[in-house]
């Protein structure tokens, strides 16, 4: 502030008279005394004024001009103070005061280089938040802040100023994301605060816990087993999900979600969701609270004999596959059983996931249902025709069919007449002559030939079939071109204690029995034969049911050879009498002269 010394001259003189001058040098006016009190008091009231401002405190000062350079703002000092429009915005950029508004303003200095007062809103704002936050730290108020970012340890917090909120004090679970709180706002408490070193923590589980317990209060006059509540979905697990009841948080388990098949509880709720449960267990003295969701909805069971009676035709959506069969969801909670074995009429099926994959739907057949042990027994090949019911009619006895051999055993081998029909060709229906350790020999997997149904049994799903039918039996050929007492060549082709096998065509062996190589006792029957020898013998015996022909090396020396006939007789009786008469025509023409 400036002073003129012609505002100090009430007479208005003019000072450039020297009468005048002399006279005040010499004589004082009375004017001047009074001029010299109004400086006096002037100054005393500028200097008072002055004094009780002191810097780093907050005062009242009036806004005179708003401009591009700052907000000029009178606080009643011998100058203005500038500050920065900026401290004057909002979040969005807008200015918030306008001329003539008063404010509070920080007092750094009351003078810088320039001579204007140096003012700041920005660190009035921040004095007057501190004192809120002292203020609410004392009497234990709540205050409100937003989440900035996650740092080590916690949170920072904007209340006014930058808050720390410790993780342990987030809530009254473990957090895992805290990232995911960004931006959130929260009511919090203030637990420690350091002015100097600029610290603050917070709590928002102590609101929280006070909260909840008022609420755990209130809900647990009420809560009671059977009674529906409302809850909202806490926290997710695997085995369930925690419903905040008001306070009182009670488990859903994931097998009281729904009568049907929950794979995780997510598949259902979320956290946040608002749902209605049944209280199903309260136990008032751990607090425990058992909870149902289904229970909200009657059981699908109670009537499902009425909804899916035998025979009935359903339709379906594969939920599960195991080893032994598929698992088909007919309702949400009513599930039925397709067993692997009832899935096709004639394709062999290793594993379920071979017919069907999780997810298809499926038409079945009710095979069974039991209520209280919650099965139904699906059948899936049961929706189309039984192809055994018709297969005598494709394949009656003697037809000639072409296929695959699939499989071979030790009895003998199973051929694929067609997709999912097996017939059996025992061992013995094979080969007429071959004799064989084991199938194998003769046949390999995946050989294709020929075989002729020899019978069908289609309740027991059983298909006879015969190779060497395909054929003429050639020991009957071999038998009927044959007779007792004929001298045959042939080649020893085994060797044994009781005698020699000889080859007398192909497939077509003799024995020569220990006891018919010699008169004399033979012990050992390599001492007359060697394998591979060519040899002359006469037929002795000859049994075509049993397909045995006896040989005998002694019988060349006889006159009147040794001839059974027994098993030619038994023969005949069997419609071969044609054979035994030949036979006894046979006999005579051994038989000597009786005049001899």
Not at 303 to 329: C, W
């Amino acid at each position: 502030m400036s002073f003129d010394a012609n505002e100090m001259n009430p007479a208005g003189g003019n000072p450039s008279q020297p009468e005048a001058d002399s006279e005040r040098e010499n004589v004082p006016a009375a004017g001047a005394k009074e001029d010299e009190n109004n400086f006096e008091n002037l100054l005393a009231a500028y200097e008072g004024r002055t004094q009780s401002f002191s810097e780093g405190e907050v005062i009242k000062g009036k806004v005179i001009a708003i401009s591009g350079g700052g907000v000029v703002v009178d606080v009643g000092f011998k100058s203005e103070g500038i500050i920065p429009i900026e401290q004057f915005m909002n979040d969005r950029g807008q200015l918030t005061i306008k001329t003539g508004d008063a404010v509070d303003v920080f007092l750094e200095q009351t003078e810088d280089s320039r001579g204007y007062v140096v003012l700041s809103r920005e660190k009035a704002e921040r004095m007057k938040i501190w004192d809120e936050i002292e203020r609410a730290y004392r009497e234990g108020t709540v205050v409100k802040g937003r989440v900035i970012e996650r740092i080590k340890g916690g949170l920072a917090v904007d209340i006014g100023v930058r808050a720390f909120l410790p993780g342990s004090q987030i809530d009254v679970r473990p957090v895992r994301n805290l990232d995911s709180l960004r931006g959130e706002e929260f009511e919090m408490r203030v637990i420690k605060v350091n002015k100097k070193r600029g610290n603050i923590v917070l709590s928002r589980k102590a609101v929280l816990e006070e909260s909840m317990k008022e609420e755990k209060a209130k809900t647990m006059e009420v809560l009671e087993g059977g009674k529906v509540m409302e809850g909202v979905v806490k926290n997710i697990t695997d085995y369930g999900a925690f419903i905040d009841l008001g306070g009182v948080d009670g488990l859903l388990h994931i097998t009281d979600m729904s009568w049907g098949r929950v794979n995780h509880p997510s598949e259902l709720f979320s956290v946040g969701d608002k749902i209605q449960v049944k209280v199903i267990k309260f136990t008032k003295e751990d607090g425990r609270v058992s909870l149902g969701y289904k229970q909200m909805s009657e059981d699908p069971w109670l009537h499902a004999d009425m909804r899916y009676p035998k025979n009935m035709r359903v339709q379906g959506k594969v939920v599960s596959l195991t080893d032994y069969g598929a698992f088909i969801e007919l309702e949400p909670g009513v599930e039925g059983l397709i067993h692997i074995s009832e899935m096709t009429w004639n394709k062999r099926v290793k594993h379920p996931s071979k017919i069907l994959a999780v997810g298809d739907p499926v038409e079945a057949v009710v095979l069974d249902i039991d209520i209280d042990s919650r099965r139904i027994s699906l059948g899936l090949k049961q929706t189309e025709p039984n192809p055994w019911d018709v297969i005598e009619n494709r394949y009656a006895p003697g037809t000639v069919i072409t296929g695959k051999v699939r499989n071979i055993t030790d009895f003998g081998a199973f051929i694929e007449v067609e997709e999912g029909i097996d017939g059996l060709v025992h061992v013995s229906d094979i080969s007429w002559t071959k004799r064989m350790k084991h199938p194998s020999e003769v046949l390999k997997k995946g050989d294709e030939v020929q075989a002729i149904v020899l019978s069908i049994d289609a309740s027991s799903q059983k298909l006879s079939l015969g190779i060497k039918q395909l054929e003429p039996d050639r020991w009957e050929d071999w038998f009927s071109r044959h007779n007792l007492g004929d001298v045959l060549t042939g080649k020893v082709v085994r060797m044994t204690n009781f005698g020699a096998f000889v080859e007398l065509e192909e497939g077509i062996e003799g024995l020569c029995h220990v006891s018919e190589l010699d008169e004399k006792h033979v012990e050992k029957p390599t001492e007359f034969l060697n394998i591979g020898q060519e040899i002359e013998m006469r037929v002795i015996k000859m049994n075509l049911q049993e397909k045995k022909i006896g040989l005998s090396l002694k019988a060349m020396k006889e006159d009147e050879p040794r001839l059974e006939f027994t098993s030619y007789l038994a023969s005949a009786d069997s419609g071969n009498a044609s054979m035994g008469e030949r036979l006894g025509e046979q006999l005579q023409r051994f038989k000597k002269p009786e005049t001899e």
